[in-house]
Structures are given as C-alpha cells and as structure tokens.
C-alpha cells in the first residue's frame, strides 16, 4: 500500500519544502489541480528538478485532448497523470497510449461517476493502470467519502489498481486502509498539521 501526499492548496515554495521534510516516507508526490492553475505544469517540473527519485503524479484531471494535454504533464517530468473517468474513451485511450509510449502510467478519477462497478470495468479495458475513488471537496462537506464505492470497485476489478482521495485524515486512515486501496491520497490530513513529518509517520505506521 503507498502513500501519495496531495499539494493543492500550498503555494509552491511551501510546498517544496514539505516535501524536503517528508520526502523519505512517501511514495507519491502528487502536483494537485489547484497548484497546476495557480502555477501552470512548471509545477511539475520545479518538483522533478529537486527531487529526481520520486514519484510524481500531474493530477491534470484530463477531459478532452488526452494525448496532447498527458504530453505535457510526462514532458514535465510527471510519472502518472489523472483523466476522468467521465471522459469519452477516446480521450482515456489517447492518454494511455501516450503514456505507454513512455512507460508511464494513467489513474483514472472516478469523482462523479455513479455505475461504479460499470465504469470501472469499463475504464479496466482502456487500459488504466489505477481507478481513484474520489470524494470531491465540495460533497465531503455533506458527510460522504468514497469507501464504498471503493468496495464496489474492487468487487469487479481484475487488473488495475485502487487508489482512494478525498478528505483523509488521521481520524479516518484505520478505516481507509481497512478496506484495502493500493494507494492512499492524503493532502490537508498532512499539510495543515503543525509537524508533517510526525502526522506521515503516524500515518504510515496505521498503512503497514
């Protein structure tokens, strides 16, 4: 089970050194939507550049133009790169060939996506390497998360990998890791702690 570590409200330079403080406990750096708007996919490469031996996700959320927009993201030094799983299929295959034309990897975000187990299946021909359940921002403020449709998922799938998103903190990680995703994304559960290094050691110690 690996541990991906979310920046998305952190400005760059925070985030930076964040990563130098944890950088030895994690297994994937995800460059989150937010910070990818606020300063472009140089995000993804400033991150590469200092941390040559990690794992980096470029959580582009891909809608439209898959090969051309994953281009970009593996071109900055990204080793994984986010489409939805709402996209058209030929979006999601475009995307997949440009990364296996590269030996990276594609995670498909399955946030609003309501035939969980029809779309996971679905996405599973494409040729994905993981699905994200995904609680959104926004609905985590009604209560939900995704463990359930996490279960769903994991019922049908033969292949790819689960990754699960969305509000995970030190509260609910024994929860999370009881239901077996291959990586979990935690983002604010760390960032916003006073001591991150100590809140992923925690972490970690729950994952293992």
Do not use: W
């Not at 998305?8 to 994937?28: N, P, Q």
């Not at 994905?128 to 609905?139: G, M, P, Q, R």
């Not at 689960?162 to 239901?179: D, K, P, Y």
């Amino acid at each position: 089970m690996k541990l991906q570590l979310a920046f998305d409200f952190l400005e760059l330079a925070e985030s930076e050194e964040t990563i130098r403080e944890v950088h030895d406990l994690i297994d994937i750096v995800e460059i989150g939507t937010p910070l990818i708007i606020r300063e472009g996919i140089r995000a993804v490469s400033r991150i590469r550049s200092q941390f040559p031996s990690l794992e980096i996700l470029a959580d582009l959320k891909i809608m439209d133009g898959g090969q051309y927009e994953s281009k970009l993201a593996f071109e900055a030094g990204a080793d994984i790169v986010t489409v939805l799983a709402l996209a058209d299929n030929v979006t999601i295959e475009a995307a997949v060939k440009e990364a296996q034309s590269r030996g990276k990897i594609v995670v498909a975000d399955m946030i609003g996506v309501e035939q969980t187990e029809k779309r996971a299946l679905e996405i599973e021909e494409l040729g994905v390497s993981y699905l994200c359940l995904h609680t959104a921002i926004d609905v985590q403020f009604k209560g939900e998360d995704a463990l359930e449709q996490l279960k769903r998922a994991r019922q049908v799938l033969k292949r790819a990998g689960t990754a699960v998103a969305g509000g995970i903190s030190l509260q609910t990680i024994a929860e999370v890791v009881a239901a077996g995703p291959d990586i979990v994304v935690v983002g604010s559960g760390i960032t916003k702690q006073r001591n991150k290094r100590a809140a992923v050691l925690e972490i970690k110690s729950i994952m293992s």
